[in-house]
């Protein structure tokens, strides 16, 4: 296995290559890239500064990663799973790609994509449901350097044209529809309501999956399996695109603190050193090991550890296209025991599900194949950390809580599993080549252990964002711009005194539900589009499964109706966002504690929804204190 020169095996190995990397961390990395596959070695290993932001890593170098992924294994594991895939329905079968057959399906598909007109630098838009052929698209936009852009198959059809216009998409990849639990969703009419907003987009490619009928509009829309059954059988393969370093891999937008979501821009060859580095160590795979991670393609987790680290490791990856609780609570260990599945990489709030679901689901599991356990995408409690702990990993699995973003491309702080000695709910150390900085208030940064503030990053890594898709100053002024030479991340922080860190969660208007970011702007804008709607103000409190849920007060023009204004509102923002910005609780109120500058209190309204009612700080600035008590009053 070509990875494990750079697999740590000792906590003494970790330090080891954590102080390396803090030594000569152009050395460090240049060690593990020279492990690929490249057309052309680069020239310089890195090239930064933050203040405009420019990041270069291996700047001159030429390769795809696709051939990383898939070309590289064909000789030692050609005939190894590469994907295991399991279907929403337990009785349907499940499907195994083989490294070679996989990689015969990405060219295929690639050359269909080239068919239709799609070239290196188009933007390719990617709204699909848990299949096979979501990675093959997504892998075969790569072999042939169309930068793919993937939307999560819970958005609705506006924020799908947002996303679509922002990066002037000009091909979409769908499904007919795609089976999620009980549910069945008809992505392909949703597409079709989002493009007769968009006129970027040339063709539509249709991949048939629950065979609900759709529309088919000439000349725009052709099936999949029509086109690759047109391609002629005895062509060989084109070869792989040949990206420069720093080409764009792929856009992912998520949520920041104003209304607009962000096309977050990776590239090629940091961001495929990065999964691979971070998924080899922090997961401590081992080959013929099978992992599952829980995540949907549409969101990072998916990218970096479902496909690309993975891949990238020859690691066999299981794809599950339903939800853990479908056709019961039991589904994602009765996966576990029929794969006997080494790794499971999941969500504090699956876990929170899962655990409110008691012992049941539990019974007639072995779950004796699990090695590691991971999460993501929030703060894990300790009472969700001990039940994973004791329940699933029977209390001999290492749990890695894994800290990262959308912007950071691959893990950042973790335990290296089997190897940092864990403390539930802290996500311990850094990996190597991660410098993070806890900063005060006042912007200076804190120095030793037994600190808490803001977490900053203080030197680039080779999976960091690069820009935001056409708005490098916006990438600037969210990440660059609070703390001058540092990457900021948005969350809180705290170092403990043997120098462990704790995420505390998001210091700024984001929320995180169920692992999912939401701007509290994002959910404004979109209340303030029905009619009845004056103003509003969107806050996060403490949810028991979700970790946070979404409070939002509402200011409307008359008296209203509450329960079908309600009901109406929860309509309104599913149609413009997606079901899953739907607040938990609306209270209609009068006003909105504000300051004499006409600015929301948010400390008080957050305040409230938590329900320290009696400790709201200071509300002498506010305009009139009086509409906090009607706040206070009418709590949901
Ligand atoms: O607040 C942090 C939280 O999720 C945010 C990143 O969200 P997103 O870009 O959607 O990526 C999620 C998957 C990587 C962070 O700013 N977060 C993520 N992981 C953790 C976490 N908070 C606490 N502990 C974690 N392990």
Redesign the pocket.
């Known amino acids: 296995m070509s990875f494990s020169s750079y697999q740590l095996n000792s906590l003494e190995a970790y330090r080891k290559a954590y102080q390396e990397s803090l030594r000569d961390p152009e050395g460090f990395w240049a060690a593990i890239a020279s492990d690929f596959l490249w057309h052309q070695k680069w020239d310089q290993v890195l090239e930064w500064n933050f203040r405009e932001p420019k990041i270069q890593w291996f700047r001159g170098a030429k390769m795809n990663i696709t051939e990383n992924c898939l070309d590289r294994h064909l000789d030692t594991q050609g005939d190894q799973p590469a994907i295991i895939w399991e279907p929403n329905d337990p009785k349907e079968p499940h499907r195994t790609l083989s490294y070679r057959q996989l990689l015969e399906e990405v060219c295929r598909f690639a050359r269909v994509l080239g068919k239709n007109g799609v070239r290196k630098g188009d933007r390719v838009c990617i709204y699909m449901g848990m299949i096979p052929e979501l990675a093959i698209a997504v892998l075969a936009c790569a072999r042939i350097g169309a930068i793919h852009s993937v939307v999560f198959g819970g958005f609705s059809a506006q924020s799908i044209a947002d996303r679509i216009q922002d990066a002037s998409c000009s091909h979409v990849i769908t499904c007919d529809g795609a089976f999620r639990g009980a549910r069945d969703i008809p992505l392909k009419s949703v597409i079709d309501d989002a493009l007769t907003q968009c006129n970027t987009v040339k063709k539509v490619i249709v991949c048939r999956r629950t065979k609900t009928p759709v529309s088919m509009i000439q000349g725009r829309d052709v099936w999949l399996e029509d086109e690759l059954e047109k391609l002629d059988r005895s062509a060989s393969f084109p070869p792989a695109e040949s990206m420069d370093a720093e080409d764009p891999l792929f856009i992912l937008y998520?949520s920041g603190s104003t209304g607009k979501p962000k096309g977050v821009v990776h590239t090629c060859a940091g961001y495929m050193i990065y999964t691979n580095y971070t998924f080899v160590n922090v997961f401590q795979y081992k080959p013929g090991q099978v992992y599952f991670c829980t995540a949907d393609i549409g969101?990072?987790?998916g990218h970096s550890y479902i496909v690309y680290g993975p891949l990238s490791a020859g690691a066999t990856t299981l794809m599950f296209e339903g939800i853990p609780t479908f056709p019961d609570a039991g589904r994602l260990w009765e996966i576990v025991d029929k794969f006997r599945v080494d790794t499971i990489y999941t969500a504090p709030t699956a876990i929170r599900s899962l655990m409110a679901h008691g012992e049941a689901p539990l019974r007639n599991k072995d779950l004796g194949s699990l090695k590691v356990l991971g999460?993501?995408?929030?703060?894990?409690n300790e009472e969700a950390w001990q039940w994973y702990h004791e329940k699933i990993g029977k209390g001999k699995c290492p749990i890695v809580?894994?800290?990262?973003?959308?912007?950071?491309g691959g893990i950042m702080i973790?335990p290296i599993a089997g190897l940092t000695p864990e403390k539930p709910s802290f996500?311990t150390l850094p990996l190597p080549g991660i410098q993070p900085a806890i900063m005060d208030e006042k912007g200076k940064e804190l120095q030793g252990n037994g600190v808490s503030g803001n977490l900053c990053i203080k030197f680039p890594w080779p999976g960091m964002i690069r820009t935001t898709y056409g708005d490098h100053e916006r990438c600037r002024k969210n990440y660059f711009e609070a703390y001058p030479g540092y990457y900021f991340?948005?969350?809180g922080c705290l170092r403990d005194k043997d120098g462990y860190y704790r995420?505390t969660?998001?210091v700024d208007d984001?929320l995180?539900v169920s692992?999912?970011?939401i701007g509290t702007a994002e959910v404004e804008n979109a209340i303030n589009m029905h009619t009845d709607v004056v103003e509003s103000a969107v806050v996060g409190f403490p949810h028991p499964i979700k970790g946070q849920g979404i409070y939002a007060y509402v200011i409307c023009h008359h008296q209203v109706k509450e329960e079908m204004t309600r009901k109406n509102i929860l309509e309104t923002v599913t149609r413009v966002i997606g079901s899953i910005a739907k607040p938990d609780k609306i209270q209609f109120v009068s006003g909105l504690p504000k300051t004499r500058s006409g600015k929301i209190m948010r400390r008080i309204l957050r305040k409230i929804a938590e329900g320290e009612m009696n400790n709201l700080g200071d509300t002498t600035t506010l305009l009139d204190p009086s509409v906090v008590d009607e706040i206070k009053k009418g709590k949901l």
């Open positions: 998520t969101w990072v987790t999460t993501v995408g929030e703060p894990i809580d894994t800290w990262w973003q959308t912007e950071t973790s996500a991340t948005g969350d995420i969660g998001r984001v995180n692992g999912h970011r």
